[in-house]
DNA sequence: AAATATTTTTAAGTAAACCTAAAAAAACTA
DNA sequence: TAGTTTTTTTAGGTTTACTTAAAAATATTT
């Protein structure tokens, strides 16, 4: 129906509009799909042809209910797709992105539903990201950061916030990852710096304020 | 590395090639590729270029060794996702072809030998076409067809010729799959019917002609 | 062997998706 | 507010992969 550099561009639109307020900016498109701003004005002016987005000239971009649909599709199948690599090919969390980004184009009616089936129905993929069902809505999540955490607490980790390979393979140095329990021990007044407790692990860990800002969590007892 | 384009016209020559003897001819390629003359005679030049292919003007085509590489990978790959739409997501053989022809072109160095073990290194697809191995090597199965039994004969099947959605679905009402195993009980002279006894089911059919000379059997004793 | 038919190639053009360079609009700033 | 900077669009060009129409080469027939 529509080729998958069209839809590479919805997918990037619903996920600056996700981010911030107010219209997505040529600007913005560009950085996201590695490309220039005249390139993305082309496409713009596709998109709003077929009925996708609304293009305002020198303003901006949004999706319509179409494109939002398209959009989302494109979320759920890249994140069952990343499930799958994981849970049934045995990937790594920082492996999965560039397979998924062509897997998510396959075409079938039936496809992503079977994949959800044979997968148990997941809601959260590999790195803790929402799988939005088959009717668009999104499952909520915390978004509370590592780096939010007072002295003494524990918490889950839920999420991350930084999904290059390179923080995802230096969490897999660290010991961390989905799950992974942590107690603020102590928050270092010179770089902000978290020294924290693991304890399932029986290990203690320092962490950067940058990988601090980088982690979601949940606040969990005991 | 290659295009999408470029990949299915690699495996059109290979399946062409596998077929008949002599060179793959321009019209031959434009009729498998549901395209016209002057499209393929654009990709040679191209594939000659890249030196995928030999083409020589109003002769044909042959494959390189890297583009019998490539073609047989893509075969691989194909095959290997037909097996994992049908034994794991549950689809039907007449209903994998185009899902599998998209997914063969996702391109990652692992991903083709996860998918192999994951699915127990099949050596056959779900219509019982051979697998070439990593190596480039095919599986020999039998080439018999079921036209071609004695009467009295008791054989099973192992594959077929015509990959027709059509063709799958009336087999799929006629009962018969892949290790269906068939006792030719008489061959109707009037129009070269088959009245053939399927003993695991008890049951006796009347196979076409048209039926016979598209299914590959192998002959089995008692 | 000449005429005819078929096949294949060349020529010319299209649409998608990109690019660079130049122009125009919008946003800052002094 | 006038000038400067930044952002965005337009203009013009490229490659891929297709198209139709015309020309050329090959094959077939009489």
Avoid: C
């Avoid at 490309?35 to 496409?43: G, L």
């Avoid at 397979?99 to 997941?122: C, D, I, K, S, W």
């Avoid at 909520?140 to 393979?169: C, E, K, M, N, Y």
């Avoid at 010179?190 to 990988?211: A, C, G, I, T, W």
Wanted: cysteine-free; glycine content about 6%; proline content about 5%.
């Amino acid at each position: 129906m529509y080729t998958s550099s069209e839809e590479n561009y919805l997918k990037a639109i619903l996920k600056l509009a996700r981010k911030e307020e107010g219209p997505v900016t040529t600007g913005a498109l560009a950085a996201e799909m590695n490309t220039t701003a005249p390139s993305v004005t082309d496409m713009l002016r596709r998109l709003s042809e077929k009925n996708l987005a609304t293009y305002e000239k020198y303003y901006g971009v949004a999706l319509t209910e179409e494109g939002l649909r398209i959009a989302t599709t494109l979320v759920r199948r890249h994140r069952l797709w990343e499930v799958f690599l994981t849970q049934k090919l045995g990937f790594q969390w920082d492996e999965v992105h560039d397979m998924a980004e062509q897997l998510e184009h396959v075409q079938h009616p039936e496809l992503t539903e079977r994949l959800n089936a044979f997968l148990g129905y997941p809601t959260f993929d590999p790195h803790g990201d929402p799988i939005p069902n088959a009717q668009g809505e999104w499952p909520s999540r915390p978004h509370q950061l590592l780096s939010s955490l007072a002295t003494g607490q524990i918490a889950a980790v839920v999420g991350v916030d930084d999904h290059s390979a390179a923080f995802l393979q230096h969490l897999n140095r660290l010991g961390i990852g989905l799950g992974t329990r942590l107690e603020l021990v102590e928050r270092v007044e010179f770089d902000l710096s978290l020294y924290v407790h693991l304890p399932e692990q029986n290990r203690n860990l320092m962490l950067s304020d940058k990988v601090a800002r980088s982690l979601f969590v949940e606040i969990s007892n005991a």
